[in-house]
C-alpha cells in the first residue's frame, strides 16, 4: 500500500520538527488531523440542520429525546446530562424548543414534582429528517475509506476516548 500524499499537518509537523528538532511533535500528526476533521464535520453537521432549520444544539436536544424511545421523554437532568450543559441552559433550550412545538414539558408520572420533556410529533418528524441528512453527510465524509478501515478508525479512535474519558471521570 502506498503512502497517502503530504497533507497541511505533514508541512506543520515538519516544520516545527526543524524549528524544535529537541521536542517529539508525533502528536500532532494525529491530533492536528482529528482536530481538522472536527472542524470538517463540525460544518457538514450545520449544513444538515440548516438545511431542516434547526441549530446545532437544537438537534442535540431532540435527538437525545428521539434515542430514548418511546413515549419520547427525559427528564431536563437527563438531557443535560446527556447534551453536556448546565440546568440553566437545559432550561433556556427547552424553552426555545417548546415555542417551536418540538417539545412540550409534562408531569413526570414517576415523581409528581418531576418534569418530563417530551418530543412533539412535529419535533420528531424534524429530527428524524435532519438525522437521514447527517447520516448521508457523514457517510460522504468517511466514503474515501473502505469499510474494515473506517471499523479499524472507530476501534482506535474508542481506545483513545476511552482514555480522555478516564481522566475527566478522575477529575
Sequence with gaps: MTAPP????????????RERPDLDVSPLQVLSR?????????????QAFAAHHVE???FDVLAALRRAG???????????????VTSGTMTNRIDRLESRGFVRRGPDPTDRRGVRV??????RRCVDAAFVDLVAREQDLLASLPT???SELS?????????????QSAS
Excluded at 503530504?6 to 520538527?17: G, L, M, N, P, Y
Excluded at 482529528?34 to 450545520?46: G, K, N
Design 155 to 167: 476501534d482506535r479512535l474508542r481506545t483513545l476516548l476511552g482514555a480522555f474519558d478516564a481522566d
Design 118 to 123: 417530551v418530543l412533539t410529533e412535529s419535533g
Design 56 to 58: 446545532t444544539w437544537e
Design 34 to 46: 482529528v482536530s481538522r476533521l472536527s472542524r470538517l464535520l463540525d460544518h457538514a453537521r450545520r
Design 148 to 150: 474494515d478501515q473506517q
Design 6 to 17: 503530504a497533507d497541511e499537518v505533514d508541512r506543520i509537523t515538519d516544520a516545527w520538527q
Design 70 to 84: 418511546e413515549p419520547y421523554a427525559l427528564s431536563p437532568g437527563q438531557l443535560g446530562a446527556q447534551t453536556l
